[in-house]
């Protein structure tokens, strides 16, 4: 019997695959089994989500992020910079992995990852032993969509230029722990970094809005595009669909699901990429960031 699954269905069903981490499974699970049809022809599918779903509750919690043979996935954001920056610090507040963080400098003796999510951008964070200590891996500074350079102080900065020349990856400069600097010095940390003219944030794990400006500047520069879904006659979908830039529809359709996507013949597009609201177009019409999509078979 078929199921006949929602493309909400399918949607949920690619965000519990992207999940990467154990509470992220299993909220997206959940939110599966919330969208999944109910009837008789769909019983054994939720007979085997929920028990998935017992499973994952039951399983023994990991302490901390992956170690070794961490894999590239989406866009990558690298933690850089001298012992006791911050870093993991940052890590910490900024995803779920939660690492050691010490006074002591090189307590990060491997890199460690963790998932970062804001505004519908899902990025990949990873904290990497202290540049200048045996542990570091450069492999990281090729592999990084975005290095966050992470400074006590400017005056860092040159020991750390000759370390990150082999990175062609954007670099955004973090002056870190700045609720230990005084008004005078957290101007003064601004203007030098805009006399260099260097994209810059000033943050601090005990300063929330500090926090919330670098996410927003990793979101706003992570290259994806968030597409929102919506039934007809329906509100669009609160978790939209990542995609990279100039996706087009046939491509949103098949990240739902090929098998979903090869119904699909046409949508109805409302936001930025549409030129009037619910504007009919083909599969080739390019996607842009916050576009609300409407698919029709
Ligand atoms: N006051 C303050 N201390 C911080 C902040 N971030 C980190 N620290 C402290 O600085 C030390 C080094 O931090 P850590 O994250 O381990 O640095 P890492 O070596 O770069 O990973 C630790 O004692 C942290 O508690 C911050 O934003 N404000
Ligand atoms: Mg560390």
């Known amino acids: 019997m078929p199921i006949n699954a929602s493309h909400e269905y399918f949607t949920a069903e690619k965000a519990h695959l992207a999940a990467t981490t154990t509470e992220e499974k299993i909220s997206t699970l959940e939110e599966l089994i919330r969208k999944a049809p109910k009837h008789k022809g769909s019983e054994n599918l939720l007979k085997q989500l929920r028990l998935r779903l017992k499973k994952l509750k039951t399983a023994p919690k990991k302490k901390g992020g992956s170690k070794k043979g961490i894999r590239k996935e989406g866009f990558q954001v690298v933690l850089i910079g001298l012992p006791n920056s911050g870093k993991s610090s940052l890590l910490s507040v900024l995803t779920n992995t939660k690492p050691k963080t010490s006074p002591h400098p090189f307590t990060t003796q491997e890199p460690l990852v963790g998932s970062f999510q804001h505004d519908g951008i899902?990025?990949?964070?990873?904290?990497?032993?202290?540049?200048?200590?045996?542990?570091?891996?450069?492999?990281?500074?090729?592999?990084?969509?975005?290095?966050?350079?992470?400074?006590?102080?400017?005056?860092?900065?040159?020991?750390?230029?000759?370390?990150?020349?082999?990175?062609?990856?954007?670099?955004l400069y973090l002056i870190t722990q700045i609720d230990t600097l005084s008004d005078?010095?957290?101007?003064?940390?601004?203007?030098?970094?805009?006399?260099?003219?260097?994209?810059?944030?000033?943050?601090?794990?005990?300063?929330?809005?500090?926090?919330?400006?670098?996410?927003?500047?990793?979101?706003?520069?992570?290259?994806?595009?968030?597409?929102?879904?919506?039934?007809?006659?329906?509100?669009?979908?609160?978790?939209?669909?990542?995609?990279?830039?100039?996706?087009?529809?046939?491509?949103?359709?098949?990240?739902?699901?090929?098998?979903?996507?090869?119904?699909?013949?046409?949508?109805?597009?409302?936001?930025?990429?549409?030129?009037?609201?619910?504007?009919?177009?083909?599969?080739?019409?390019?996607?842009?960031?916050?576009?609300?999509?409407?698919f029709h078979s």
């Open 122 to 171: 899902h990025a990949q964070l990873i904290d990497l032993p202290a540049i200048n200590s045996q542990h570091f891996e450069s492999g990281f500074l090729h592999s990084a969509d975005l290095l966050l350079v992470c400074l006590k102080s400017l005056d860092d900065l040159k020991t750390l230029e000759p370390h990150l020349e082999p990175s062609d990856a954007k670099k």
């Open 184 to 294: 005078t010095e957290k101007r003064k940390a601004q203007a030098r970094l805009n006399t260099k003219k260097l994209p810059g944030l000033l943050v601090s794990c005990y300063l929330p809005g500090t926090l919330e400006a670098l996410k927003g500047f990793i979101a706003e520069n992570s290259n994806a595009i968030r597409v929102y879904t919506k039934e007809p006659h329906q509100p669009k979908t609160d978790r939209p669909l990542t995609l990279k830039e100039n996706t087009t529809v046939a491509d949103a359709a098949k990240k739902i699901s090929k098998a979903f996507a090869a119904q699909i013949k046409s949508a109805k597009i409302t936001g930025p990429s549409a030129k009037f609201p619910n504007q009919s177009v083909g599969l080739k019409h390019k996607l842009k960031d916050r576009d609300v999509v409407e």
